[in-house]
């Protein structure tokens, strides 16, 4: 116990000194590398050390390099409030993660109670109406596609009856409440509400159900393996209705598991390695080259988040973490001049940002971009 | 009518695949009061072996399913029984229970960790091409797995009913004292009820994959519902775990569209518990008189 | 060696006073996790180690309690108002959900309580009025006492610490009364007990609610812990670590739920450095442990101690007792 006591009174000393020697500056990085989450966590962070290590190539932050430290949060809410505290007690310049939203809206109350500025992939619409000055999104929020995809199906399909299925969590829930809103503002009736468990696998009786409702068109907000398994048995039930989601539905991973069954589906996403624009496509490929396999939205959402660490911190001129959140608010970084962020985006008071977004239609197992939206 | 009908079709489907996992689940509880937590993950390995060996070592589909089974019946049957079930017969059910819950998340988590823990497209052994039936769409997959699945249990009651090996397997899981005093090798029964397990874990795998997709977490799911199946249908019975098998899968489709989707996990939940209170040997089961 | 252990609980007393000085919050908070599991985990051990009924529920009544006393809270009364409001009503779902349930057979309890549970878990997640549902309820402020907040780490783990210490206090009690008596006849042998005259039903029934009650409150103190709640806190799989953290620490021994609680809440802190492995090990571990030593942890203790300890013969032919 003495000796965990002088070793942290050492690194407090240390930490102090260090800000005025050229030492590193620590960047801690909240993810889910493992449990559930695995998938998008893993990849999360994957995008984050690949812009850490382009950085620290350049000439580091203020002449300092980043060391990234990686915590696990296990996917599991109350853990990841723990690495949080765990990490802040380590000393951390600013917070990156978490990406799930089930675990970001627990554990950035901790970050907000110790004034600690954190950059999340979450897009749950939860997270920037609770008032927390200190949370800034690198994706922006399932309301902000809503209005998007749901102008498609009124105006693009002439639809007028909407079945939607969901997961029944905190993440499908915030799409759902989200879409319901918007659709419902345009003249659109839910003709049919399906909610659905997570990591359900028996689709027959919701496919029933949507079947028989009399909709014309099926918006779907799930987790990847329930969406392919939706769209499978959607597929077997011979329902041809035009099928839409935003950013999972799809994505590349819910193509692969769906083995066709995929086909025809559209959505809207906010970031995609297929997107018309070079930055993202020279992003995807050095990504590939440096781990194998693709980059997926969740890489690129952390690579730009890092960047944007960057590039507010030379804004501001030293690392002060109270600066950098009043710094953020009403901030707008163009990618012309900021070329890591990889497309013009701006954040708002709340912590929330805008980018232009795209219309993706699934068409040979692979993502078409049919229209690029502008932001909102 | 076409909805009814297509909930119905699909259900029994299903319910077929649950009576598989079941029906182990009660050969393992009369043969060992052996209560297999870990029978979810039972089901959830066979697929990941044959996906292995299809992936890694280049193995064609069928010798991987054949594959898959045979090392099954080994390890989740015999291997099984002699590490963790035998050494802890005699210390009582509970430590059994805590050490099949232990096994379940061991092998959830390898999988996880060495495999991946993203889903994985599987294989089917029977065409997903879809006839249609007075409007509901069953496929040739739907019709195999039920197929096989009766014809599995059917199978193994006559192996149970009409072999000797089968009559001694019941003598040891009614009366284990007399049945040795009789002659039989009860040690022997007991390694056949395992390896009888795992076979039907891997059949239950290799047929519900194809729809599951393979995934870490599928024991979850599958797990429960054999239980529930089990204790449902009557667990001293092989036709109980059948009908409890069919009836919830039936049930769990019905109550979703029918009761409510947001509650349906509680509709097996209430049967259960109903049963357990007013009829505790279950649908099919004979009432077991209690030894003072 | 009785010396020793009449002076054990002021010694551990003193250790856990002293532990969390000097240490960073992260260190302290999950000192709190492990005392009010430690509570929760002396509530089954209750149920399953001194009654011998397997239940499956402890989960759930944790998180009764806790959206209790985070209803309360959030509706601005004190924790001291909500907190035992939550343990009287965990202790009567208790008895409400025992009184029917311990009619059957022991093993069909686990099945029961099992689909409680869950049952539970959907109703804290549907009923969004009042549960808030998937998004849970947050903003949980900690309490002040007598003008002392409790919203740095280290007074709050002092207040879990006052909590605990009752709670184990009670538990020692209970155990020490003629009830305790009743209750490890009742384990050992449930039919010898019944003609002895020992109301089996109703001991079993109250040692359910007291367990389950135990659980509540252990919910109180997590609401202000973590100040988010959601359902999926709640859900089996955390009833199923709890029945862990119980057999692997001892059931049925005083401080058999303490290190049960300790194993698997702290050995993952220690055992993090592999990464994805951890549980797999840990898992393994359990199953080795339940080989060898049922009776959990300090069953292992005990057996080693014995060892040591100079052993008495027995004449192989009493083995059985007297025969009649």
């Known amino acids: 116990m003495i000796k965990k006591f002088t070793t942290t009174v050492s690194a407090v000393a240390l930490a102090t000194v260090a800000g005025m020697a050229t030492a590193d500056v620590r960047i801690a990085d909240v993810a ?93 619409p939860t997270i920037t109406a609770k008032g927390n000055p200190y949370i800034f999104r690198t994706a922006f929020g399932a309301q902000k596609g809503m209005p998007k995809i749901g102008s498609y199906l009124k105006d693009g399909l002439g639809a007028k009856n909407i079945a939607v299925i ?60 329930e969406s392919a398994r939706f769209l499978i048995e959607a597929k077997k039930q011979g329902v041809d209705l035009p099928i839409a989601g935003d950013t999972v539905l799809i994505s590349q991973k819910v193509i692969d598991l769906a083995g066709g069954a995929a086909e025809g589906a559209f959505g809207h996403v906010g970031l995609t390695a297929e997107a018309p624009i070079p930055a993202i496509q020279e992003m995807a490929k050095n990504f590939q080259a440096k781990f194998g396999y693709g980059a997926d939205h969740n890489a690129i959402k ?53 980018r232009a977004s795209f219309l993706v239609e699934v068409k040979d197992n692979k993502q078409q971009i049919t229209k690029t939206l502008p932001a909102n | ?28 509880w009369q043969a060992s009061q052996t209560i297999n937590f870990a029978q979810g993950e039972f089901v959830m390995i066979p697929a990941f072996i044959a996906l292995a060996l299809i992936t890694k070592l280049g193995f064609p589909v069928w010798l991987a399913f054949i594959a898959a089974i045979l090392l099954s019946i080994v390890f989740l049957g015999a291997v099984f029984k002699r590490l963790v079930v035998e050494p802890m017969i005699s210390h009582g059910t509970l430590p059994l229970v805590i050490a099949t819950i232990a096994l379940g998340l061991l092998l959830k988590e390898a999988v996880k960790e060495f495999y991946s823990p993203l889903g994985q497209p599987f294989p089917g052994l029977f065409s997903h091409d879809t006839i249609s039936v007075f409007g509901a769409a069953v496929s040739f997959a739907d019709i195999a797995n039920f197929v096989v699945a009766m014809g599995v249990i059917a199978g193994l009651q006559w192996f149970l009913n009409k072999t000797r090996t089968g009559r001694c ?124 | 060696m009785k010396h020793f252990a009449k002076f054990f609980p002021l010694i ?7 532990a969390p000085l000097g240490q960073g919050n992260y260190i302290i908070y999950v000192l709190c996790s492990w005392l009010l599991f430690s509570v929760a985990a002396m509530g089954l051990n209750l149920t399953l180690g001194y009654a011998g ?87 949980m402020e900690r309490p002040s006492f007598f003008g002392v907040s409790t919203m740095k780490q280290l007074p709050f783990y002092y207040f879990s610490l006052v909590v605990f210490v009752i709670a184990a206090a009670k538990f020692a009690w ?69 029945l862990l953290m119980v057999v692997v620490g001892g059931a049925g021994y005083f401080y058999g739920p303490m290190l049960g609680a300790a194993v698997v809440i702290l050995l993952p802190e220690f055992l993090r450095f592999t990464e994805g492995y951890y549980l797999m090990i840990y898992a393994a571990l359990v199953i080795v442990l339940m080989v060898y030593s049922p009776s959990g942890l300090i069953g292992l203790g005990s057996k080693i101690a014995a060892r040591f300890r100079p052993q008495k013969q027995t004449r192989k032919d009493m083995n059985q007792g007297a025969q009649l």
């Not at chain 1, 839910?190 to 009786?205: C, G, K, R």
């Not at chain 1, 590039?311 to 070329?339: N, Q, R, W």
């Not at chain 3, 551990?12 to 002293?18: D, H, I, M």
């Open chain 1, 32 to 124: 889910e590398l493992s449990g559930a989450g695995a998938a998008a966590g893993a990849v999360w962070h994957d995008g984050i050390v690949m812009a850490f290590e382009e950085i620290n190539a350049s000439g580091g932050i203020l002449g300092e390099k980043v060391d990234l430290v990686a915590y696990d949060s296990q996917t599991d809410p109350q853990n990841s409030r723990a690495m949080v505290q765990k990490a802040i007690d380590e000393g951390t310049y600013v917070l990156m993660g978490t990406v799930y939203s089930s675990s970001t809206v627990v554990n950035m109350l901790v970050a907000q109670q110790n004034g600690m500025p954190q950059l999340t992939g979450s897009e749950s």
């Open chain 1, 166 to 225: 969901w997961a029944n969590t905190e993440f499908g829930k915030g799409g759902h409440d989200a879409f319901v809103k918007i659709a419902e503002g345009m003249g659109m009736n839910i003709i049919a509400d399906v909610p659905t468990e997570q990591a359900q696998v028996d689709f027959a009786a919701d496919v029933a159900k949507i079947k028989s409702s009399g909709a014309d068109a099926i918006f779907a907000y799930m987790t990847e393996e």
């Open chain 1, 302 to 354: 952390g690579y730009l988040g890092a960047y944007t660490v960057k590039y507010v911190t030379e804004k501001i001129g030293s690392f002060d973490a109270e600066k950098f959140a009043e710094t953020m608010h009403g901030l707008c970084l163009d990618a012309a001049s900021h070329p890591g962020v990889l497309m013009d985006v701006c954040w708002d008071d709340t912590g929330e940002m805008s």
């Open chain 2, 1 to 28: 009518m076409t909805e009814l009908l297509q909930i119905l079709i699909s259900g029994l489907s299903a319910g077929a695949i649950y009576a598989l996992a079941a029906v182990g689940f009660t050969l393992l």
């Open chain 2, 169 to 292: 397997m019941q003598a040891t899981a009614q009366n284990p004292d007399v049945a040795q005093i009789l002659g039989v090798d009860i040690k022997r029964m007991v390694l056949y009820t395992f390896l009888i397990n795992g076979a039907l874990a891997a059949i239950a795998s290799i047929l519900i994959t194809p729809v599951y997709l393979a995934k870490f977490s599928n024991g979850e799911v599958l797990g429960l519902v054999a239980f529930i199946a089990a204790i449902v249908g009557g667990f001293n019975q092989i036709k109980g775990a059948l009908v409890g098998g069919l009836l919830i899968g039936v049930i769990d489709n019905l109550s979703a569209v029918y009761i409510s989707a947001e509650y349906r996990q509680a509709v097996p939940m209430i049967l259960l518990i109903l049963i357990i209170m007013v009829r505790p040997q279950g649908i099919m089961g004979e009432s077991e008189g209690r030894a003072v």
């Open chain 3, 12 to 18: 551990a007393l003193a250790a856990l006073v002293f």
């Open chain 3, 53 to 139: 009924q397997v239940s499956l529920a402890q989960a759930s009544f944790m998180g009764i309690g806790a959206y209790i006393t985070a209803l309360f809270q959030l509706a601005g009364y004190h924790w001291i108002v909500g907190a035992p409001i939550a343990i009287l009503s965990t202790f009567m779902i208790g008895l409400l959900l025992g009184y029917p349930a311990l009619r059957v057979q022991h093993h069909f309890l686990a099945f029961v309580t099992l689909a409680f549970n869950t049952l539970v878990f959907l109703v804290l997640r549907n009923e969004e009025w009042l549960t808030g549902g998937s998004f849970g309820l947050v903003g």
């Open chain 3, 174 to 242: 209970i155990i020490n009364s003629p009830w305790g008596r009743a209750f490890k006849a009742l384990r050992e042998n449930p039919i010898r007990a019944q003609s002895l005259g020992v109301d089996t039903k109703r001991i079993t029934l109250l040692a359910f609610a007291i367990g389950s009650a135990y659980g509540g409150a252990a919910g109180a103190l997590m609401s202000p812990l973590v100040q988010f709640i959601e359902p999926g806190s709640f859900g089996l799989i955390h009833s199923l670590k709890l």
